[in-house]
């Protein structure tokens, strides 16, 4: 059985709404919500896709989770020889 974690912050403090902040930028995903708090868990990054670099429109190379939106880091590439 996963084991999610989970945080609820009170958004009636700066504290609350700074530690909102920091989890939802580390790719918390919010799942519960009321105007004075929110309930978050912690995304596993399942959900991934990776996005080539096109010359044409110049998007940059990248890897993204499709759950909460994250770029992450490229996973590690296996030579083939």
């Known amino acids: 059985m996963a ?4 945080a609820h912050c ?11 902040e ?3 930028s ?6 519960n919500s009321t105007p004075f708090s929110l309930t978050l868990t912690e995304c596993k990054h399942n959900n ?3 996005i080539p670099y096109e010359i044409d429109t110049n998007v940059a190379e990248n890897y993204v ?3 909460c939106g994250m770029n992450l880091p ?5 030579d083939t020889e």
Do not use: S
Request: proline share 3%; charged share 35%.
């Open 3 to 6: 084991k999610f974690l989970i």
């Open 10 to 20: 009170d958004l009636e403090t700066l504290e609350g709404i700074e530690e909102a």
């Open 22 to 24: 920091r989890l939802v």
């Open 26 to 31: 580390n790719g918390w995903i919010i799942t």
């Open 48 to 50: 991934t896709e990776y």
């Open 65 to 67: 989770c499709l759950d």
């Open 74 to 78: 490229f996973p590690e590439r296996e």
